[in-house]
Structure formats: structure tokens, C-alpha cells
């Protein structure tokens, strides 16, 4: 079972900037894609960005289109996320996903493998 291990998480204020990690505990070329999603306190979990290695694609949320940046290593060692110019309404806690398929998508429940989320606390 691949585990995601993130960090990078923390407390800022807004206009800064903050760079999430998220690597898996065990090399595996069944991972084609990864992403990043954000729970807010009584929300729903939403997708933020994803990343396909090959051709390194990226997809993005309107929200978040123009201020953050996923980008990944091309050993499949890691996934970034540079978070710029945050906001009090990027407040959640941020969550690293894989999937096995090549193709990237805002689904939850269409991801393999999640890890265990870290805090974004930006303050106004």
C-alpha cells in the first residue's frame, strides 16, 4: 500500500506564499498522476491542482489559477505545490492524491491513494 507523506503546511498571512511536498513512502510506476485538494472547516473537499507526469500536465482550479503552481520531479520522488499571494479563504487543510490512471480529475473518490493532510492557515 503506497502511502503520501506531506509537509510544508503552516500559519502565514495573506500575500504570502507557502510550498506544500507530497511524496510517496515507495517508488511505483503505477502512479501516473497526482493532486492536491483542500477541506475547509464544514466544507466539502475540493480539488485544488493536478499534475500528470507524463507531458507534465497540469490542471487547476479557477480559484487558485494564476497564484499556485503543482509541479512534480521527474523521478516520481515528489509533487509540489507553491501556494503565492494566499488568501484567508485558501484556510484548509490541504490533501496529497494519487492515481493510477493517466487521467487527471476533480473526483475524490477517483483517486487510489491519499495522504493524511496538513494545515493552511492564512491569516487576514
Known amino acids: 500500500q503506497v502511502q503520501l507523506l506531506e509537509s510544508g503546511g503552516g500559519l502565514v498571512q495573506a500575500g504570502d506564499s507557502l510550498r506544500l511536498s507530497c511524496a510517496p513512502s515507495?517508488?511505483?510506476?503505477?502512479?501516473?498522476?497526482m493532486g492536491w485538494f483542500r477541506q475547509a472547516s464544514g466544507k466539502e473537499r475540493e480539488f485544488v491542482a493536478g499534475f500528470r507526469w507524463t507531458g507534465s500536465i497540469t490542471e487547476y482550479a479557477d480559484s487558485v489559477k494564476g497564484r499556485f503552481t503543482i509541479s512534480g520531479d521527474y523521478a516520481k520522488t515528489a509533487v509540489y505545490l507553491q501556494m503565492d499571494n494566499l488568501k484567508p479563504e485558501d484556510t484548509a487543510v490541504y490533501y496529497c492524491a494519487a492515481r493510477r490512471s493517466p487521467i487527471i480529475t476533480r473526483t475524490p473518490l477517483s483517486y487510489d491513494y491519499w495522504g493524511q493532510g496538513t494545515q493552511v492557515t492564512v491569516s487576514s
Open positions: 515507495e517508488r511505483t510506476v503505477s502512479i501516473n498522476n
